[in-house]
């Protein structure tokens, strides 16, 4: 019972941390490119146990920011015309790009609060509070955490 405890008290933690469950994130990407969790832990730098672990809860958290940073680079790619193709060549040279870069966090390379903030100040540009309230109504089941970006968003006008 003590373990469930962990893993529930560690996902809540990624929620905070993360925006949601990184098992919810790589799972994504497992599917978005096609590849196993084992060749997805490649490309992102970690080993195959570790990334299993954070999935499943029993680790809170990416302790590497540099594989936090790959991880990022490759939701972002999910976002590309080319990748999101699905074309198996476009897929391995975006998986190929992020297992060969080299990241450098720092303060200025991450933002704060998961970027959030300027995805609040671009969201309250585009919609008044109510349409943002009715969006994160309409994601909130099945997308919790753009949901809650929504309301952030609208609350704070």
Do not use: C
């Not at 008290?9 to 098992?23: K, T």
């Not at 990748?83 to 870069?101: I, K, M, N, W």
């Amino acid at each position: 019972m003590e373990d469930h405890r962990i893993v529930q008290r560690n996902i809540a933690l990624q929620r905070e941390w993360y925006g949601e469950p990184l098992g919810d994130r790589v799972r994504r990407l497992v599917v978005a490119f096609n590849v196993s969790q084992a060749q997805l832990a490649d490309v992102l730098g970690i080993s195959a146990p570790m990334l299993s672990q954070v999935m499943s809860g029993r680790r809170a958290k990416i302790g590497n920011p540099s594989v936090l940073a790959r991880m990022i680079m490759l939701e972002r790619k999910v976002l590309t015309p080319d990748v999101a193709t699905g074309a198996p060549e476009a897929l391995q040279r975006a998986l190929d790009d992020v297992r060969d870069s080299k990241p450098t966090v720092s303060r200025d390379s991450l933002p704060v609060n998961g970027g959030w903030d300027e995805a609040v100040v671009a969201l309250r540009r585009v919609a008044d509070r109510q349409e943002l309230a009715q969006a994160a109504d309409v994601l909130d089941e099945e997308f919790p955490a753009l949901a809650e970006l929504l309301r952030r968003a609208g609350r704070g006008r």
